[in-house]
């Protein structure tokens, strides 16, 4: 979440990076990202009706395979489906987003298209990723090429920079927790992924809304 967040709005305060849109205001929305907690309860609908005054929410997180011992054996194709009594909720509290969050223009809702080329995920298979009321984004090397990693699908609308690739220059620089808490000890990060390509358009987003609420 700091990673993500450090994309989005790192302050421009002369210390190491700074976010794309680093005056936005940031709502933390906090959630374990619990499969049990996320499938059998309300928690993504909580967030999201949570989120119905903010200008854009970033979902860097999805219910793509993230291991070939999960794409295996767990049935994790068309598991977050809002046809189904699990995420009927979700399904609807999104579509409130778009249809009244901010102020009645809709929020708009940034979710990264998932790292799961590997294990054959497809965003097709997700709800979450090929929903109307959602920006699907992809994620591209250095040089602009997608990432050998990111999920393919005919929902997704954009690329942005995510890292990976053979050039390290490709890797996405961001804010950290300190010490232990954190990926590395210094309080930045070099780190790869759509969570990372997905906040970059969320940044432009809110650039894009400070010039034309």
Do not use: C
């Amino acid at each position: 979440g700091t990673s993500v967040a450090g994309v989005i709005a790192s302050e421009r305060n002369g210390s190491e990076g700074v976010g794309v849109a680093y005056d936005a205001d940031l709502i933390s929305i906090y959630s374990p990202l619990l499969l049990d907690e996320m499938v059998n309860g309300n928690v993504i609908a909580n967030a999201y009706t949570y989120a119905l005054n903010a200008d854009v929410l970033n979902d860097s997180w999805g219910f793509a395979p993230q291991s070939e011992d999960y794409a295996e054996n767990f049935p994790w194709a068309f598991l977050d489906n809002f046809a189904t009594p699990a995420f009927a909720a979700e399904g609807a509290a999104l579509q409130k987003l778009a249809d009244q969050g901010r102020g009645g223009l809709g929020t708009i809702v940034v979710q990264s298209a998932g790292n799961s080329y590997d294990f054959g995920d497809d965003t097709n298979l997700h709800n979450f990723q090929n929903s109307r009321y959602v920006v699907t984004v992809a994620a591209t090397d250095y040089l602009g090429d997608v990432t050998s990693y990111s999920s393919p699908g005919a929902s997704v609308l954009i690329a942005a920079p995510g890292g990976g690739g053979d050039n390290p220059l490709s890797d996405i620089w961001t804010t950290d927790r300190t010490g232990y808490n954190g990926y590395d000890a210094d309080g930045f990060t070099s780190i790869t992924g759509t969570s990372f390509s997905a906040p970059i358009v969320s940044g432009i987003v809110a650039l894009m809304l400070e010039a034309n609420p």
